[in-house]
């Protein structure tokens, strides 16, 4: 089959168009802004933990940077301010060191019962 010059045309005016936009949304890109910081909650005594995750590395659940019992897992706000352990974590709280009791969140909502005023950094002593 032979290729007819206004076909070819238009293969090559799409290709041009498409690399030019593609070069256009890399230069204009303010690029991604990623969040590395989120909360944690020792699920017993309801403290809660600010983990910065350019210094920090953590597998969850987490352990208590002052006890070493893995006892904290992740928690956000709501838009009216209220802490709840996310709903893809719910099923972290099985593998809570042996002995942690759950009273600080509701094991069947995720809510948060009782927490502390503000955040601490996490910083390990173990």
Known sequence: MKVKPWQMAV???GLVVGVGSMI???VNSDGV???HQYTLIDVESGDLFDVDSTKVRLMLPAKHPETGRVALVRVAK??????YVIPRDMELLTQLDEGVNVKAIDAETGDVLNQAASPKTYVRKW
């Open 11 to 13: 293969i090559v005016i």
């Open 24 to 26: 256009w949304q890399m």
């Open 33 to 35: 802004d990623l969040k």
């Open 78 to 83: 709501d838009d009216k301010g209220r802490w």
